[in-house]
């Protein structure tokens, strides 16, 4: 069975710092034409950094769209055209103070495929040298390291609901558990 829609227009509602909104029309296999509201976004990573007693750097943030502190691994958004490991490893500087080191990629995920262009890449890094952290104007976040059993623990208590989060936790039990990381 034939599944994928043709797009026949696509109409920018909204286009903003981070996000641009269309509202498009496509057509399906069975001919009838619908709308789509599309959330373009340009992307982004997420890191798990390791330090050397095996314990995870985390954050916790006021997350103004769901109104809560949301503890979740450091992250952030790609510029324009950036390469999603230049993003990973100035991020975790900026977040945490710390380089990252032997990068590994994790996977991909995208946390909203119904409505959302946005991929987040996962990677896990070694804790290099500390550079010093450099948050943007406009960010306020406390650190905190945790184990991959604390981490779970809090993800299976409900504690934490960010799917990065949960995902990449997932992710890296299974890698070490194959020993492809740490």
Do not use: W
């Not at 990973?88 to 990252?100: D, F, M, S, V």
């Not at 495929?113 to 550079?131: H, M, N, S």
């Not at 208590?157 to 989060?165: F, L, M, P």
């Amino acid at each position: 069975m034939e599944m994928k829609e043709e797009t026949l227009k696509k109409t920018t509602v909204y286009d903003g710092h981070i996000i641009r909104v269309r509202l498009d029309e496509a057509k399906t296999p069975e001919g009838e034409t619908v709308p789509r509201e599309v959330v373009e976004h340009p992307g982004g990573v997420g890191i798990a950094l390791e330090d050397e007693e095996g314990k995870f750097f985390f954050v916790t943030q006021y997350r103004y769209a769901q109104e809560k502190i949301m503890l979740e691994y450091p992250a952030g958004k790609k510029e324009p055209g950036e390469d999603p490991m230049t993003t990973a490893k100035r991020e975790i500087i900026e977040e945490t103070g710390y380089e990252g080191l032997d990068f590994f990629h994790l996977g991909s995920m995208v946390p909203t495929p119904a409505y959302d262009t946005e991929v987040i890449e996962l990677y896990y890094a070694k804790k290099g040298r500390f550079l010093g952290q450099h948050l943007d104007a406009d960010e306020y976040l406390n650190l905190c390291r945790l184990s991959l059993d604390e981490i779970t623990e809090k993800i299976l208590n409900g504690e934490v609901d960010d799917a990065k989060t949960i995902g990449m936790t997932f992710l890296i039990r299974e890698n070490k558990a194959r020993g492809r990381i740490g």
